[in-house]
C-alpha cells in the first residue's frame, strides 16, 4: 500500500464534497481509475469511541487513513458483517497489517 500525498487528498476531498451525492467508486487522484472506496467505523478504546476512516484505490493499492470524532449517524461499515468478520478487522487493525486490512476491505466492499 502507498500513502496518497497530501495534494492527492485534498483531490480526493474536493472530488467526494464537491458533487453532493456522489456515489462510489471515486476517482483516484493518483492514477486516475475510477476505483477509490471510503469506508469508515467506530473504535473503542476505553471510554472513547471515535471514528475511522479508510480510503483506497483498489487499481494503484493508494490509500489515505483518518480519526474523527464519532457521531451516531455514522455509516459504519463493520456493524453490517458477521460478528467473527468484525473480529477479524480489528485484529488485522491492531496488528498494523495494512496489506492484511485493505485485502479484508476489498473482500467485503
Ligand atoms: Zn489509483
Known sequence: MINYTPEEVRALTEERFASPGAV?????????????RIRQYASTHGEVTKTMGYAWC????????????YSEDLDDFLVKLPEEQQA?????????????MFEFLDSVS
Open 24 to 36: 462510489e467508486p471515486f476517482r483516484c487522484p493518483a492514477c486516475g481509475e475510477m476505483d477509490v
Open 58 to 69: 483498489r487499481a494503484s493499492r493508494h490509500f489515505t487513513g483518518w480519526t474523527s470524532m
Open 88 to 100: 477479524r478487522f480489528r485484529e488485522l487493525s491492531l496488528e498494523g497489517d495494512l496489506d492484511g
